[in-house]
């Protein structure tokens, strides 16, 4: 007996696409992603047979609904992000402390389970740059431990660090959303969100000048108003910002990402099949809002070259810090790009697609 069935596939898509989360497509601003389209695909099987295992799965004529999981494509924030760049200089414990703190924060908890006043000092550090939505909300200064608890003491009432906390994190899933899928490799969420700080980001003239000792911040300014959390928010800031911001997306997307610096500037260092390389989204951002891949997964040897400092890794505590890791940024396959401007990415194909000398050019990569 010939058997039909059809089975109705809902995916939820992004309305707008990214250049550098689609085919080969023009560069374009990329607005509000609120406004989705939901795309109904019909899938009509043939059978012949008149196996019994078919027959009792299926009705014959019956429409059935399989609606794929937006958590299947989509990234969810992750309270508790790693990274293996640094996690073993500070070990399991200090970690798992950290991470305890994280979901005191969330749920507006005055304490969490700490061994001692070091490691407590040390999540208090870090959140700055893994759990950075609650940060600015935090009096570091009268947060205390005693007897095995490290205590938190909150600048402004904890029903709202919890909602800034969740707001925070929705941005977080928004920006995600907009730029990366799950089987994204990791090269393609690299470049995907150096094109979305390009394209989306601004240098705050007011911190800058702050920065660089021209200033000092207005009489108005909140402790909220520098750090990641500033930089989700906003989209703006100046170097610590666009680094804190590229580097904190990359491990929400789990890519192996950490800042780096030099005395005045910060920028992102990863790592990628095994390889490792240095990307500066603060440089990589041009006037007018595209993304100049000459400080897209550089080299030691280039990184030196063009900052002309001294260059470390960002580190937490620097007495607790175990310095067991070591870094060197050596692979040169994406040297090509230099001078170049990234226009788009087929990540069916594996190409990026460049503007260099007023040509479009093709990168192929492999991963």
């Keep these: 007996m010939k058997m039909k069935f059809k089975a109705i596939i809902a995916l939820v898509l992004c309305g707008m696409m990214m250049t550098a989360c689609a085919g080969k497509a023009t560069e374009q601003q990329i607005e509000n992603t609120d406004n989705v389209v939901t795309e109904v695909s019909t899938v009509t099987i043939e059978s012949n047979e008149t196996s019994s295992n078919v027959t009792g799965a299926f009705e014959e004529g019956t429409e059935y609904s399989i609606e794929q999981n937006s958590s299947d494509i989509y990234y969810s924030f992750n309270p508790h992000v790693d990274v293996p760049l640094i996690h073993d200089s500070y070990g399991d414990d200090a970690w798992n402390s950290f991470y305890d703190l ?159 610096g030099a005395n005045g500037h910060r920028w992102s260092y990863v790592r990628i099949n095994g390889n490792e390389y240095h990307i500066d989204p603060t440089w990589g951002t041009t006037k007018n809002h595209t993304a100049n891949l000459t400080y897209f997964m550089m080299t030691d040897a280039e990184r030196k070259a063009n900052i002309k400092k001294r260059i470390f890794p960002l580190k937490f505590r620097y007495k607790y810090f175990n310095n067991c890791m070591s870094y060197s940024a050596v692979d040169e396959r994406f040297q090509v790009l230099r001078g170049g401007t990234f226009l788009s990415m087929d990540t069916e194909n594996k190409v990026v697609y460049y503007e260099l000398g007023g040509e479009t050019c093709e990168y192929h990569y492999d991963a």
């Design 102 to 260: 994280c979901d005191a924060v969330r749920d507006g908890d005055d304490g969490f389970a700490c061994a001692d006043e070091d490691t407590f000092r040390l999540c208090l550090d870090m959140m700055r740059a893994f759990f950075p939505g609650a940060y600015p909300y935090i009096d570091l200064n009268n947060s205390y431990f005693s007897d095995g608890i490290g205590y938190i003491v909150y600048l402004i009432p904890k029903n709202e660090v919890v909602e800034k906390e969740r707001e925070f994190e929705q941005e977080v899933e928004n920006i995600l959303r907009e730029c990366v899928t799950k089987d994204y490799t990791d090269v393609e969420k690299c470049f995907a969100l150096y094109d979305y700080i390009a394209r989306n980001y601004g240098i705050d003239w007011e911190e800058d000048d702050v920065v660089t000792g021209k200033a000092e911040f207005s009489e108005d300014h909140k402790s909220e108003d520098v750090g990641i959390r500033k930089g989700i928010m906003t989209r703006s800031g100046v170097c610590a910002e666009f680094s804190g911001v590229y580097t904190y997306l990359l491990l929400q997307c789990g890519v192996d990402a950490m800042t780096y």
